[in-house]
């Protein structure tokens, strides 16, 4: 099984069997599968059992599948398929696609006008542009892939289009969006009038200040320029400065008593290494007995 495989081009193969549907659409991964112009496409089952046993397919010839469709074929049984099905004409305006893709588009679109619901089976805004046949000009493999590529994406686009779940989650998406989108416009405006007023009462308490101290000045009384925070600062700057005159008092006693201490024991122990002395050397406890 082709694991990978998510388009499959199966037109104009004279496939007649009902077990190469079957294994046409075993593929875990396929999304999109041509079939017309097969001697089985002219079954009315062909399109019914295909969407049964690929749940995943999104298109099948040139219709994206709709939830309509998946509800519909959900019960549907595949006929004897033992015997080969000779060639038959094509359903619902299929033949058209031996022209080119405008006239296949122009003739499915007649033929499904009075489909008025996106959401139904074979509507007209459910059909996908694709090319029948091969183009006349030489194409070079990445001409090629990049056409399958925009083939794909029509298929999403048609089935997401066509999908009434689709539709309510991209209408959903939307929504909270637009609610998110107008729950940050009124925040950003909230903060920018917050913004402005703190700046407005900045500017004013600046001008305010300003216009006082050209006041006091002008009437000799520049002690009233104190607030309380100033006051406060020079409090605590006059406890700081005689903690800090304190502490380097007390780190000049501590040396004072230090350098006695040391001075006090250089002394004892030169008294005592002198005695020692004399006694060892001039023998004084000798002469004294």
Request: positive net charge.
């Amino acid at each position: 099984v082709l694991t990978n495989l998510v388009l499959l081009l199966l037109h104009r193969n004279q496939l007649r069997r009902w077990e190469d549907l079957e294994c046409a659409v075993a593929c875990p991964r396929l999304l999109w599968l041509t079939f017309f112009e097969n001697p089985l496409a002219g079954q009315p089952e062909v399109r019914g059992l295909a969407i049964k046993w690929a749940p995943r397919l999104l298109a099948f010839d040139f219709w994206a599948v709709t939830d309509d469709e998946r509800l519909q074929f959900r019960g549907l049984h595949a006929p004897t398929p033992t015997e080969h099905i000779g060639h038959t004409s094509l359903p619902n305006g299929a033949s058209g696609v031996r022209g080119s893709i405008e006239e296949t588009n122009h003739e499915v679109q007649g033929a499904q006008a009075l489909q008025s619901s996106r959401f139904t089976s074979k509507c007209a805004e459910s059909v996908i542009p694709f090319r029948a046949k091969p183009a006349t000009d030489k194409q070079t493999p990445k001409s090629l892939l990049s056409e399958s590529l925009r083939e794909l994406m029509a298929v999403f686009l048609h089935s997401h289009f066509c999908c009434a779940a689709s539709v309510l989650q991209s209408r959903w998406r939307r929504f909270r969006t637009r609610a998110c989108r107008h729950r940050l416009d009124r925040t950003r405006l909230l903060a920018a009038k917050l913004i402005q007023r703190n700046a407005s009462m900045w500017l004013w308490r600046n001008n305010m200040l300003h216009y006082v101290k050209e006041y006091l000045a002008d009437v000799e009384a520049p002690e009233l320029l104190l607030d309380t925070k100033e006051m406060l600062r020079l409090r605590a700057t006059k406890r700081i400065e005689i903690t800090f005159k304190r502490l380097i008092r007390r780190r000049r006693e501590r040396k004072k008593t230090r350098e006695a201490a040391t001075l006090i024991s250089r002394c004892v122990r030169g008294y005592l290494t002198r005695v020692a002395f004399q006694h060892k050397y001039l023998e004084l406890d000798k002469y004294r007995s």
